[in-house]
């Protein structure tokens, strides 16, 4: 450091030096702090009401408040689907101070097992917004949620949050018949009005769900909420309630529905009850039946696997899209046909040599009976179910009139009201074999479809729709599920109800009935066993059809595929004949020969709707159908 | 001279000079402290209080805090100015050689926080971070070094001056801390000018530091580029880097000319606002009192800075001047790129808005710098002419 010199100093000059530069720096702070005040006045000024925009925007979020989902109840007020309260883990990972570790601490608490880790996992991975909460576990536990209190402390960001969850109490009984609710999906969302559904994860999938997906919805709400940078609400500013959906009132009885599902224990088929008169649906059951909870918070992969890969096809609904040829069980119908086409009249007999042959054909088409049932009139032809006199009425009628007949009952349409997604099954007609197969009606496959056989196929539904509609003397009534929709009752005359079918004299029903009563309690009736001890009158039809595949099952091993080629065994039953409260169809696939194992079933429904108390316990049904080896019926 | 009469009439009682009538000694000439100066500080100190209870979501603690760190750094501030300015001159190069080890320590042992190795620890006795000392250090250095020669300096003096601050600013900004080295370069350079450094050579730095832009952009970390970068287009960015600064525009912009009113700015309050009570705590200003506020606010600085330029232009020799007109136009740095950085026309770097923005480190040194600075100006006599 130089020495300092005062002799060399000019102080004079170094302080005018300093203030020349002082003054030039005051000049230079002054116009600095215009600037400033400058910019300001631009922000708070100029730009203000954009700034001001900007900050309403950032403060005021508004927020969807989903409805609750209506409740689903059965006709007697047992509930069917409700929703429970379940718990959920979010974490903000913003105020997660180690993300990782957080992940791998909730791994552990959670106790999750290799697949549950990777979709945890892959949860975090998704994007978010920051400060959004991202779902990483659906449906904790109670002792999960324990745990997670436990160490709060050391998971930052990590919240229980608690929703609403549909919840079925009897999911495996109820599954095909209710359908369920599931995440809304991205191609769901692209179709969905936003505003109402804002808030909403979960949409009808299938059933009656899917169906009422509107009245069970409701309205979303909405408030307008303050919030800080970090989203936390720090108060509301205004709110719109949400509507919650309807609640639903099905015409199904749980109970009823219950027995038909345990009747049809470990077995594949479906059973469908319908009360004639209002067309109500009182059970619909396709068995084997899963359950459908699993799929409300989204099924893991194993076990839809495990679901997809059964050979009893558990998430087939037969009940409305299962196609079985109705073999002899629409011999009832046929007749009916007869009668309004002209071909037959009640007392219309024939002789029953054991087969029918066409004029000019050396074809015989044989009665499952081989040497006959001798002279036959409408009753017995029903009772002793007949095929020669249905082959010889099948083409008197003609395929076109015989189409036109069954069309009427509701073959080959969707008849009933609210049922998601039914098959129409097919009634085979000229039009459709020249489209389907470019081919000409032949004369001999009328006769087939004479006995419920060839290309007619049918859905439980519609089996007990067309039962329902001929216990009803012929008037039409849609079959629904829905008893009434929140307060109101739905509406009686259901629109597009088919044409009613007209007899010329309205006792001619009676001979019908009359055949029908003798199935069950007639000497010679295909389903006598059935009818013993029988308190009411009951009129029914018993039915066989040869094996139809599914499909998909081409693995079986030699036992299973024996069991596999069994016939399938057809019941329609309604009771009481003078007034009809119920109309039941019963398939179990590959019962076997005969099909007493239906009947059984059958008569087990009518019992429980008819006697209260007195009905059977299903174990006795069962007891019944392990002595009854009977084999009364061939076709 | 009217510029000197102002000042005299200004202080009020012309204090004459030696030999004269010994005059009986106000108050304040006997603690060494500038009435006018401490007044004014002690308005914005007040002002930051209130603005630390919004700012701080109404903590009374963090006030109580605050408080208690402006009482400690004003009682620094009235120690440092017993001290006489040729202390300051002797003490100068001990002081900054000091720093200089320090700084090497820190770049060797410190502690890393927030990524930036800033801190050195006694553990259990004392947390220092030796660059807040290198604000006063180095321009004192300096200084004295100036003092010591013939004004205006000539190249080789100052090219000494360039080593002198050079060393430690390097070592700041290899913390690191570009804000801080930034601000300690300022400090010394400003000496340098104040003594006179002559406009060609100012113009050619000019021209070398703009050719050597890219040399420096190249040297940055990554986090000083985004910064910079997020600064010429915040919304390239708008969650990360980028937030604060629209945050903090759009606080100030909804402000508008009266403001929302004390507690009840929307952006801070609902914590949109980043470092609100730190380095942002203008924006909660600009949007709590409006432009009038802010330009209020503006003023009061204006006149602090003001009566500094006085007081060191009333000092009777070249250290003293320049000691305190570096300590006062540093002081304005810090209100300018404070403010331009909130209000978005500077890049952010961490500085705070001096006396207002929460946190002892500055307070004490800003309140020590003054001390100095009344210092200088209360001794004046006591230094050689």
Partial sequence: ?635 | MPWQALIRSMRGRPVRPSGGIPKRRSIWERIHIDPWLLGLLLILMGSGLLVIYSASGQSMNVVIAQAIRFGVALVAMVVVAQFSPIFFLRWAPVAYGIGVLMLVAVELVGDIGMGAQRWLEIPGVIRFQPSEMMKLAVPMMVAAYLYRCELPPRLRDIAVCGLIIGLPVALIAAQPDLGTSLLVASAAIIVVLLAGLSWRLIGLVCVLLASGFPLLWMNLHNYQRQRILTFLNPETDPLGSGWNIIQSTTAIGSGGVFGKGWLEGTQSQLEFLPERHTDFIVAVLGEEVGLIGMVVLIFLYLLIVSRGLWLASESQNTFGRLVAGSIILTFFIYVFVNVGMVSGILPVVGVPLPLVSYGGTSSVTLLVGFGILMSIHAHRRLLPR
């Fill in chain 1, 1 to 635: 450091m130089p020495p300092r010199s005062d002799k060399l100093k000019n102080t004079e000059q170094e302080l005018r030096i300093f203030r020349a530069r002082a003054l030039l720096a005051f000049v230079v702070v002054v116009a600095l702090t215009s600037l400033l005040v400058g910019r300001l006045a631009y922000l708070q000024v100029v730009q203000h009401d954009v700034y001001s925009t900007r900050s309403e925007k950032n403060r005021v979020r508004v927020e969807p408040l989903p409805p609750n989902r209506g409740l689903i109840y059965d006709r007697n007020g047992v509930l069917l689907a409700e929703n429970r309260p379940t718990y959920n883990l979010t974490l903000v990972r913003e105020r997660s101070e180690n993300v990782d570790e957080t992940l791998k601490l909730l791994v552990e608490l959670l106790e999750l097992n290799g697949e549950e880790t990777s979709t945890f996992y892959e949860r975090s991975q998704q994007w978010q917004r920051p400060f959004q909460p991202v779902l990483l576990a659906s449906d904790l536990s109670e002792e999960q949620i324990a745990r997670l209190a436990v160490n709060r402390h050391q998971l930052p960001g990590v919240e229980v949050e608690a929703q609403l969850l549909r919840y079925y109490p009897d999911a495996e009984v109820m599954a095909h018949a209710l359908g369920y609710v599931g995440r809304i999906n991205a191609e769901e969302l692209a179709n969905l009005d936003a505003t109402r559904y804002a808030g909403t994860h979960f949409i009808g999938k299938t059933g009656i769900e899917r169906f009422y997906e509107d009245e069970l919805h409701g309205q979303a709400g909405l408030r307008r909420v303050e919030t800080n940078a970090r989203g936390r609400v720090l108060r509301e500013l205004g709110r719109t309630d949400p509507v919650p959906g309807k609640d639903l009132t099905l015409t199904l009885d749980s109970s009823l529905q219950m027995l038909a599902y345990e009747l049809m224990d470990g077995r594949r088929g479906s059973i469908v009850a319908i009360e004639p008169g209002s067309g109500e649906i009182l059970a619909m059951v396709s068995t084997p039946g899963f359950d459908s909870n699993q799929f409300v918070t989204g099924i893991d992969r194993a076990s839809y696997q495990a679901l997809q890969e059964n050979l009893n096809l558990p998430l087939f609904n037969r009940a409305t899209r299962g196609h079985y040829p109705p073999g002899s069980t629409i011999k009832p119908f046929l007749a009916l046909g007869g009668l309004v086409d002209g071909a037959i009249t009640p007392d219309t007999t024939i002789n029953d040599p054991g087969y029918y042959q066409l004029p000019n054909d050396s074809r015989r088409y044989r009665n499952w009976l081989r040497w006959g049932h001798g002279r036959v009139d409408l009753e017995r032809s029903i009772a002793v179910s007949n095929n020669t006199f249905y082959y010889s009425l099948a083409h008197e009628m003609g395929i076109d009139s015989l189409h036109e007949q069954m069309t009427n009952f509701g073959f080959g349409q969707r008849v009933a009201h609210d049922v998601q997604s039914q098959s129409s099954g097919l009634m085979p007609s000229r039009e459709w074999k020249r489209e389907r197969f470019n081919q000409s009606w032949y004369p001999g496959e009328t006769l087939s479809v004479g006995i419920g056989q060839g290309y007619w196929q049918v859905t439980p539904l519609q089996l007990a729709t067309a039962t329902a509609t001929l216990a009803n003397r012929g008037q039409w009534v849609k079959p629904r599920m829905a008893r009434q929709i929140g307060d109101t009752p739905l509406e009686l005359d259901l629109p597009d109800t088919p044409d009613d079918i007209n007899l010329a004299q309205d006792s001619w029903w009676d001979s019908v009935f009359s055949g029908m009563e003798k199935v069950v309690s007639g000497s010679e009736g295909t389903a006598r066993r059935t009818g013993e001890g029988l308190e009411y009158r009951m009129g029914g039809k018993s039915g066989t059809a040869q094996v139809f595949s599914l499909g998909q099952d081409q693995r079986y091993d030699a036992d299973e595929l024996e069991e596999r080629l069994r016939d399938h065994a057809l019941f329609i039953a309604f009771a009481p004949i003078e007034d009809p409260q119920i109309a039941v169809s019963v398939i179990v696939e590959n019962a076997g020969g005969g099909s007493t194992h239906a009947a059984h079933l059958a008569r087990a429904m009518t019992d429980e709707w008819l006697l209260d108390d007195d009905a059977p316990e299903v174990d006795e049904v069962r007891e019944t159908l392990e002595t009854d080896n009977s084999n009364v019926e061939g076709n």
